[in-house]
């Protein structure tokens, strides 16, 4: 776990400062694709060092969404009623969380492998590069005063 739990720390602070220089928008998607690529490192993982590699990825990855979910929520629907709103996405996204390991338990269950649920992930993290990309955010930079 410290091999993900480490760089998800860093990663929260990282992808947030990225998120203001590159727009949440680019950051999202920057992360979907990290994402990507930790469950092909994953799949293609043979030894020790694709296994770190994962860890590593989906750290960086996992911390980062968790991060950007904020201010892309705030950027889409803006900051009336904000509390809500991203409370209802978190929830959302807690649910996933739930749901991906049971149904990914369920795959090797009937499967003897975790191959299918692992391009499932790819999958998944690819349209949400594509759902990142449609977002109709702008990048705004903001002078500090």
């Not at 990663?11 to 979907?32: E, H, P, Q, T, W």
């Not at 809500?84 to 390991?101: H, N, Q, R, S």
Request: glycine share 14%; with cysteine; proline share 3%.
């Amino acid at each position: 776990m410290a091999a993900a739990g480490i760089p998800g720390i860093l990663s929260r602070i990282a992808m947030g400062a990225l998120g203001d220089r590159i727009g949440v928008k680019n950051a999202l998607m920057l992360n979907f694709a990290i994402m990507a690529m930790a469950s092909l490192c994953l799949l293609l993982a043979r030894g020790l060092p694709m296994l770190y590699c994962f860890a590593v990825l989906f750290g960086v990855g996992w911390g980062g969404l968790a991060t950007l979910r904020s201010p892309m929520t705030a950027e889409i629907f803006g900051v009336e009623s904000l509390g809500m709103i991203l409370g209802i996405a978190e929830l959302v996204a807690f649910i996933g969380a739930a749901i991906g390991p049971l149904l990914g338990g369920s795959i090797f269950d009937n499967s003897g492998s975790y191959e299918l649920a692992l391009v499932v992930n790819i999958v998944v993290a690819a349209l949400g590069v594509a759902m990142s990309w449609s977002l109709g955010l702008v990048h705004r930079r903001q002078a500090i005063a």
